[in-house]
């Protein structure tokens, strides 16, 4: 009753930039934390960029000062703005919520925690 759907991907060159959408769909009254992992070929899934309920980010080391996360609530949505890309940025980038109230087709609330959208491709050339 509850997904992330993800759009923004695609095949970019070195120093480039790309704007990272995800959007909740389903009957939301409220999402907590708000975050974007990557997972590259041969690599673990890892934290890039995460905002909290109340605005507060948090960044990957390796993305400071070029990725920018925010929130629209009102649009139940997160955004990644990934400028000055690097080959290395190159991996399946996937949206996540820790935790998410909503409401059921019964019309009672209902919660759901650790979300996942289906992943998008960012491919950086060199």
């Known amino acids: 009753q509850v997904q992330l759907v993800e759009s923004g991907g695609g095949l970019v060159p070195a120093g480039g930039s790309l704007r990272l959408s995800c959007a909740a769909s389903g009957s939301i009254l409220n999402i907590n934390t708000m975050a974007w992992y990557r997972q590259a070929p041969g690599n673990q899934r890892e934290l890039v960029a995460s905002?909290?309920?109340?605005?507060?980010?948090n960044y990957a080391d390796s993305v400071k000062g070029r990725f920018t996360i925010s929130r629209d609530n009102a649009k139940k949505s997160v955004y990644l703005q990934m400028n000055s890309l690097k080959p290395d940025d190159t991996a399946v980038y996937y949206c996540h919520v820790d935790w998410i109230l909503f409401r059921t087709q019964r019309m009672t609330p209902d919660q759901v925690y650790d979300v996942w959208g289906q992943g998008t491709q960012v491919t950086v050339s060199s």
């Open positions: 905002v909290t309920a109340g605005g507060n980010t």
